[in-house]
């Protein structure tokens, strides 16, 4: 590999502190582009943190409809440059023969990258026409447990205690228990290694687990929640309209602003269970 990318890189930077100011080193989150190919076709360029490239390439193909599980997925590698060096910002992902693959739809993924995308109704028309169901009913977590997880969640985050510049997102059981953590500087990116750490460790559907988001919850990231069948996605800031809007057409539970001891729930509150 020509070079193997960084999560945070230092950088000379001046200090102003009460009308003084110091040169200091200072940490940044590196923000890189990473290009997935399927079977030697483009699949999509994001910018996103390196560290847990396979899981954010696996992560990504699912809840973008390109495969359906771990079984879909021969090998994943980095890719190589046009002059035949190892890049480690390139993942080439090889699925099983006989996985069929819409060409067009690798195209239209691809195409989505690098644009807003589809918006409003017809996002929401999209996601109904993958055949998603609504995630598992009957799981509940106590509500004092959902508000211990926020900080459990920032304990966790290395590369942003270092340089203050990243999202996270993890994955928690019914008693509060870890079962994955990401950080990357895109939130959607975050949780595409979550999800996709679950898929490579064949722990989908995710039918028994809390979503925690460290920013807002959006369409996106609801959207990608139930793909994975995940029943509560949590963040500790506001969800968008349109993922409120989502997560009540597929029962899902949507909780925001959860800090300390407050939060509110947009959409499922039947599994959010009492503790008093």
């Not at 490239?53 to 046009?82: H, M, N, W």
């Not at 959902?146 to 270092?162: E, H, Y």
């Not at 057409?249 to 602003?257: D, P």
């Amino acid at each position: 590999m020509r070079h193997a990318p960084q999560s945070a890189k230092s950088t000379q930077v001046i200090e102003w502190h009460e009308g003084r100011q110091r040169a200091v080193l200072d940490e940044l989150a590196v923000e890189e582009p990473l290009e997935i190919r399927v079977n030697g076709q483009a699949a999509g360029i994001t910018m996103r943190t390196p560290g847990d490239d396979f899981d954010l390439a696996a992560g990504f193909l699912l809840t973008e409809g390109i495969v359906t599980g771990r079984q879909d997925i021969e090998r994943i590698d980095y890719g190589s440059t046009p002059d035949g060096q190892i890049s480690g910002n390139r993942v080439d992902v090889a699925l099983v023969q006989g996985v069929p693959i819409d060409a067009s739809r690798l195209v239209r993924v691809a195409e989505a990258t690098s644009s807003c995308g589809v918006c409003g109704r017809r996002s929401i028309d999209i996601v109904h026409a993958r055949g998603l169901t609504p995630p598992n009913s009957t799981f509940t977590i106590e509500a004092a447990r959902l508000t211990d997880l926020p900080v459990v969640l920032r304990a966790s985050q290395r590369v942003f205690g270092r340089t203050g510049g990243l999202h996270a997102a993890a994955l928690f059981d019914r008693e509060g228990a870890t079962i994955a953590v990401c950080e990357d500087i895109g939130r959607h990116n975050a949780v595409d290694k979550v999800i996709g750490r679950a898929l490579l460790s064949d722990r989908l559907p995710l039918s028994d687990a809390v979503l925690v988001v460290s920013g807002r919850g959006g369409f996106e990231i609801v959207q990608k929640a139930l793909v994975a069948s995940i029943p509560i996605v949590a963040s500790v800031s506001a969800p968008s309209s349109l993922a409120v809007q989502l997560a009540r057409e597929f029962r899902q539970t949507l909780v925001g602003f959860l800090r300390g001891q407050r939060f509110i729930v947009y959409s499922g509150e039947h599994r959010i269970a009492s503790s008093v």
